[in-house]
């Protein structure tokens, strides 16, 4: 019985280990994809504040999952995949700088 509750326990620990794992794998694949570069920097703070420093000097800071994927959706729409210099978001738009220069503000 107590091997039983032993290794039901073990499982347990090893499924709450890899879901949290597979959040942060979630936010470096991204960051890489945002930065088009090299990662210097990927943090996650107590508060779920995600960082991101990218080699190319470009910084990131986000403070939800879903800002997470609206970043990528505007990496693909408007900069064709070639990464974000800069990024940040208002109560109604969406102002980023894609790696070639373009200067864009989008609406919510």
Excluded: P, W
């Excluded at 991101?52 to 970043?71: H, N, P, R, V, Y």
Aim: overall charge negative.
């Amino acid at each position: 019985m107590e091997k039983s509750i032993l290794l039901s326990l073990g499982i347990c620990t090893l499924l709450l280990g890899c879901s949290s794992a597979s959040q942060q794998d979630h936010y470096r694949e991204a960051s890489f994809e945002l930065c088009n570069t090299e990662v210097d920097i990927y943090s996650v703070s107590d508060d779920g504040r995600v960082r991101i420093k990218c080699s190319d000097g470009s910084k990131f800071a986000l403070t939800q999952e879903d800002t997470l994927e609206t970043m990528r959706d505007i990496n693909i729409d408007y900069c064709d995949g070639e990464g974000l210099g800069k990024f940040s978001e208002s109560s109604r738009y969406y102002s980023f700088k894609c790696k070639s220069g373009t200067l864009l503000s989008i609406s919510k």
